[in-house]
């Protein structure tokens, strides 16, 4: 199942995330439609969800433009800059996400989102 894309909107604002073939990001397909009210924290979008998982290979550094969980929060997260732990030129979450997907959008383009905003995810159809 490689390939498999997701639509995001966020408010006038339209961009596509492609995810992996692991276990989690079977969980988050099989979940969407999906929608959720924004938060923010630096530069990572990351918003609530009912996703129950337990990830075995947390990641404390992540790169721009990926997509990830957060246990804690059953959060889905969207990195698109540096966050209030990053340090120099590394990305860190608040603590380990599961990386299961990329922003497939020029991240800085998400600087103009706001907290509080409506986010929706759904399944790319793949026409072909």
């Known amino acids: ?13 339209e961009f596509t995330i492609e ?3 692991t276990q989690l990001a079977d969980l988050v397909w099989d979940k969407l439609p999906m929608e959720a009210s924004i938060n923010l924290w630096g530069d990572e ?13 947390l990641k404390q550094v992540v790169g721009i433009g990926d997509v990830a969980f957060w246990p804690p929060g059953k959060a889905l ?4 800059g540096q966050t209030p ?12 996400v599961d ?6 959008v020029e991240p800085k383009l998400l600087k103009v989102v706001k ?4 986010i929706n ?3 790319v159809q793949d026409l072909s």
């Open 1 to 13: 199942m490689e390939g498999r894309k997701i639509r995001i909107e966020i408010e006038g604002l």
């Open 19 to 21: 995810i992996n073939s």
């Open 45 to 57: 979008i990351y918003f609530q969800t009912d996703i129950e998982f337990e990830p075995n290979d």
């Open 77 to 80: 997260c969207l990195f698109f």
């Open 85 to 96: 732990m990053s340090t120099r030129d590394e990305i860190r979450p608040a603590s380990g």
């Open 99 to 104: 990386v299961f997907g990329k922003l497939l």
């Open 115 to 118: 907290p509080g905003q409506s």
């Open 121 to 123: 995810l759904a399944k």
